[in-house]
């Protein structure tokens, strides 16, 4: 970005361009599929391919022309092809839900143990402020204390 003064928006226009062969951006996408081939791998999901494609994102229902009367351009994507998006987001949808369940199954503990918590905090704050405050002669305080 920095040699070529392009900052992150022109950079992955170029890198979403299927005619951009600029060995930078050859780099970057091979950077791009490392990332992912080692955030699949850490989910231990290494039966997904890392392959990415250039696809359209969407269709445009007209065939518009941008404010110099020229076609507009498509807008095509370097990403994973539809299966595979698909599938990370099932296996990522069935993980959260797995997890979700298990901190429900253990919400009782963990309630519990907040509460237990938020009570104790409680308490040490009273018997700080308590032993901290001024105390009138024969008179009873406030924290049990009776001397």
């Keep these: 970005m920095v040699r070529n003064n392009q900052g992150l928006t022109d950079t992955y226009n170029r890198f979403h361009d299927a005619d951009e062969r600029h060995p930078d ?4 996408r091979e950077l791009h599929t490392q990332m992912d081939r080692a955030v699949l ?8 391919s890392t392959d990415c494609t250039f696809v359209l994102d969407y269709e445009d229902e007209e065939e ?14 370097y990403r994973w092809p539809e299966e595979v998006h698909d599938e990370v987001l099932a296996r990522l949808l069935e993980l959260n839900q797995k997890r979700a369940e298990e901190e429900r199954l253990a919400g009782t503990n963990s309630e519990n143990k907040t ?3 938020k009570g104790t905090k409680k308490t040490i704050k009273a018997q700080k402020i308590a032993s901290t405050s001024p105390t009138i002669p024969d008179f009873p305080s406030t924290s049990g204390d009776t001397s």
């Design 25 to 28: 951006i050859l780099k970057l």
């Design 41 to 48: 791998d850490a989910y231990g999901w290494q039966d997904i």
């Design 64 to 77: 518009e022309e941008n404010s110099s009367g020229r076609q507009k351009k498509k807008p095509w994507r």
């Design 115 to 117: 509460k237990q918590k």
